[in-house]
């Protein structure tokens, strides 16, 4: 069946630098959300992607879609201490999302 | 807007007890989810539903069953409670659309199986 990997799996970050969390797919998606969850709490949509190639920004935040539509990235510019969370993939194989494993996001001040 | 509603909160249940885990939505999504998520893991599909008497499985559904007799209730029955259960519960709902809409999450249901 469809897997979804996160690399990686944890991340500790000076306030101010850079974040990047990767997601792949071992079959090819129609279309991949991000989700976070913050601790104790439950997972809240960012966005999502659709079409091969595809960049889109939020604010300090840039999400990927791999042009083979198998892989996605997530980048958060100047990390700040609210970015603290776990950030989700999600890719959708016909009806159903896998989600992928997570990636544990702390931000030291 | 309530969104999605999952109760209970909490439960501790004994090995081998059942329990029916509760999720209803206001939103007239049609797409519902039920998903587990162990401590600092992902999470996990157990059953989906695209409507009304409409119900597949996930990636682990065994020891679980559910019913979608309404649009907006979707409940989760756990036969025979074992410690390997022991999780946060997760319901989620969406619009339709063949899928390409985000899911709305519940606050979960935290079970411990002793």
């Known amino acids: 069946g469809q897997q979804v990997m996160q690399i990686p799996q944890y991340q500790h970050v000076q306030e101010g630098e850079d974040f990047t969390t990767y997601c792949n797919s071992s079959?090819?998606?129609?279309?991949i959300q991000w989700y976070k969850q913050r601790p104790g709490g439950h997972p809240v949509f960012l966005i999502q992607?659709?079409?091969?190639?595809e960049v889109k920004k939020q604010k300090r935040l840039t999400f990927q879609f791999g042009e083979a539509k198998k892989n996605s990235s997530l980048h958060i510019t100047a990390t700040q201490t609210t970015d603290v969370g776990t950030y989700f993939c999600?890719?959708?194989?016909?009806?159903?999302?896998?989600f992928g494993t997570g990636t544990r996001l702390k931000v030291l001040a | 807007n309530a969104g999605v509603t999952q109760t209970p909160k909490f439960r501790i249940l004994k090995i081998g007890q059942s329990m029916t885990l509760q999720c209803t939505q206001d939103?007239?999504?049609?797409?519902m989810y039920w998903y587990r998520q162990d401590p600092g893991m992902g999470l996990k599909l157990i059953y989906y539903?695209?409507?009304?008497?409409?119900?597949d499985k996930g990636e682990v559904p065994n020891g679980y069953n559910v019913s979608r007799s309404t649009t907006e209730d979707f409940p989760l029955r756990l036969e025979l409670a074992a410690p390997s259960q022991t999780s946060v519960y997760f319901c989620?709902?969406?619009?339709?659309?063949?899928?390409?809409?985000?899911?709305?999450f519940g606050d979960g249901t935290r079970l411990s199986i002793l």
């Open positions: 939103m007239n999504h049609n797409y």
């Open positions: 992607l659709v079409k091969s190639g």
């Open positions: 539903s695209v409507g009304a008497g409409i119900t």
């Open positions: 079959t090819t998606l129609s279309n």
């Open positions: 989620a709902s969406s619009y339709g659309d063949r899928g390409y809409q985000p899911q709305h």
């Open positions: 999600a890719g959708r194989e016909t009806y159903k999302y896998i």
